[in-house]
């Protein structure tokens, strides 16, 4: 299951970005995902803490520590590779989190866009594939990579295509 943890602000929304003090959302989140665990553990369910644009645990030790602060087996990281290019390099983020890693959303984002128009397809921005799939590796990852892409405004199906074979490359099934 992926969760959303808090909104400190949203730096694309228009008006106030700003939602809630940073400490007070990192202390309702930690309450609230001690509650999930329990739930979790429970019914023996995983769930995902995802990295989105919200402004909050925006690194990868901190990322950690609040998952470690959970305490809970059940509550892990769902990474999004392309949400973390703006704040730094995925790779990095990837070896932190280590096992507490449980999924993986894969797309792409060009920094010199800078914003929300900044997420491009596979390949086309500037995520270190190459890095990604080795730290993936090195911690042992063996779930699903899931591919999060917008839609084609023609051909609407050719997303698909494009979006499997950009993942042949990025895994080394295509040289």
Known sequence: MLIVPAVVYLPHAGGE???????????????????????????GVDVGVENVWN??????????????EVGSPRVGAYFDVGNIVPLGDPADWISILGSRLRRVHVKDFRRSLGNINGFVPLLSGDVPWDRVVAALMDIGYKGPLTAEMGGYRHHTK??????????????????
């Open 55 to 68: 402004g909050f645990l925006l690194s990868p030790l901190e990322f950690a520590r609040f998952l470690d």
């Open 17 to 43: 970005p700003r939602q809630v003090a940073y400490d007070a959302a990192y202390e309702r989140a930690l309450a609230a995902f001690r509650e999930i665990a329990v739930t979790a553990e429970e019914v």
């Open 158 to 175: 050719a997303v698909a295509y494009h979006t499997s074979l950009a993942l042949d490359f990025i895994l080394g099934r295509r040289k």
